[in-house]
Nanobody
Framework: VQLQASGGGFVQGGGSLRLSCAAS????????RAWYRQAPGKQRELVAS???????NYADSVQGRFTISSDNAKNTVYLQMNSLKPEDTAVYYC??????????WGQGTQVTVSS
């Protein structure tokens, strides 16, 4: 399985970006899709997650600004990021947790927010 993330880039503070992550290859049952991020010198952290049933979870730092959604038929997960702040600058990674166990990761997409 390959996860291809896209949509990152450079944006001014207050702007918006939409990340996408499409899965290809042999797709097994998915229990959860998520976005993580890792800023320079920091540990990777969970940004948002969504179960196949549609339940969502957000980090406190992005609550109210970011929205995660998925299209299960297209095996794609999205992250709409609004009101971006310089502290949102990081490499964003998509993640799939499989129902039978294990995870798969995308290659990461850089998001840079200027002040």
């Amino acid at each position: 399985v390959q996860l291809q993330a896209s949509g990152g880039g450079f944006v001014q503070g207050g702007g918006s970006l939409r990340l996408s992550c499409a899965a290809s290859g042999p797709i097994y049952a998915v229990s959860r899709r998520a976005w993580y991020r890792q800023a320079p010198g920091k540990q990777r952290e969970l940004v948002a997650s969504i179960t196949t049933g549609g339940s969502t979870n957000y980090a406190d730092s992005v609550q109210g600004r970011f929205t995660i959604s998925s299209d299960n038929a297209k095996n794609t997960v999205y992250l709409q990021m609004n009101s971006l702040k310089p502290e949102d600058t990081a490499v964003y990674y998509c993640n799939v947790r499989w129902s039978l166990g294990g995870n798969s990761w995308g290659q990461g997409t850089q998001v840079t927010v200027s002040s």
